[in-house]
């Protein structure tokens, strides 16, 4: 199903150009929310930085460019992941990286955790919902359709890494605290 295009071919530079834009989206709404990596969610991305994540994603850009599925299912999450990063960023700047994470964190810590989790379940299991559809409906008798079915398990893994990362937010968030408290 996800069959190899040539590299350099005319189908190659269209999945390269995909994912460019959909990485580049990602990267420059990431800088526009949190240009010191403070919110950034995902431990490797932080732990790379700005340089070598750039270098990363030029390696997985051109190598994942070879295979179409893998590209848009990369680039329909990278491209999801830059709209939801859109969304705060305007207030993740205006209140600077810190003051939002410690407004995030105590918003999260007056909430039931359990109120909080269900409205995440109830979040990632909707929009993964959406994807599953996607791929069930995009088989015929006798082939998968490669865009559908890439866009759906795009929406698949985006609905996946918010929940992961948000867990682990919340879950160092939590044992931060924990932390905090026992110290004072």
């Known amino acids: ?17 995909i994912l460019a834009f959909s990485r580049g989206a990602d990267f420059l709404s990431t800088w526009v929310a949190t240009p010191h990596l403070v919110l950034e969610g995902n431990p490797i991305a932080k732990w790379l930085g700005w340089k070598w994540g750039a270098v990363v994603n030029g390696v997985v850009v051109t ?24 969304q705060s960023a305007w207030l993740m700047r205006s209140m600077g990286e810190a003051a939002y994470r410690d407004w995030y964190v105590d918003r999260v810590s007056e909430a039931r955790i359990t109120l909080y989790l269900g409205c995440l379940a109830g979040n990632t299991l909707l929009t993964a919902g959406v994807g599953t559809a996607l791929v069930a409906f995009s088989t015929t008798r006798d ?16 609905a996946t890494a918010v929940l992961t990362f948000t867990l682990l937010s919340v879950w160092r968030s939590r044992r931060r605290r924990r932390y905090d408290a026992g110290r004072h």
């Open 143 to 158: 082939r998968v359709l490669v865009v559908p079915t890439g866009i759906g398990m795009g929406i698949i893994a985006y």
């Open 1 to 17: 199903m996800d069959d190899s295009v040539p590299f350099a071919s005319r189908e190659y530079f269209i999945m390269l150009a």
């Open 63 to 86: 190598s994942l460019a070879l295979w179409p599925l893998s590209a848009i299912v990369v680039g329909t999450a990278s491209v999801l992941v830059a709209a939801r990063n859109f």
